[in-house]
């Protein structure tokens, strides 16, 4: 049910939004879920995501991993880069494998 008018629920419009969204905004949709003791610290269940935060992934292949250290927010692309996270290429270099903010969770901030 839609409780207001001047808000669309359109599919293809809120897409829009977040595909060309500037990035003030971007970095609000980057946000991670605080852990239990930041949550009952700060009164609030997310924020958005810096350099330098220390974060565990928490969903999909590299989840339970160490915690780690945020080395880039690549606002372009709606990912981050954590320290540990890396793959290597056919060639034999490692580059760090992106993750979006809200599969991590901050362990300190």
Do not use: C, W
């Amino acid at each position: 049910m839609k409780f207001n008018p001047f808000v669309t629920s359109d599919r293809s419009k809120n897409r829009k939004r977040h595909f060309n969204a500037p990035s003030h905004i971007r970095r609000k949709i980057m946000s991670s879920p605080l852990s239990k003791e930041l949550r009952q610290k700060y009164n609030v269940r997310s924020m958005p995501i810096r350099k330098d935060d220390e974060v565990q992934v928490v969903r999909g292949h590299y989840k339970g991993q160490q915690i780690g250290k945020v080395v880039q927010v690549y606002r372009k692309k709606y990912v981050i880069y954590i320290e540990r996270v890396q793959r290597e290429k056919a060639n034999g270099t490692t580059v760090h494998v992106g993750i979006h903010p809200s599969k991590v969770g901050s362990e300190n901030a």
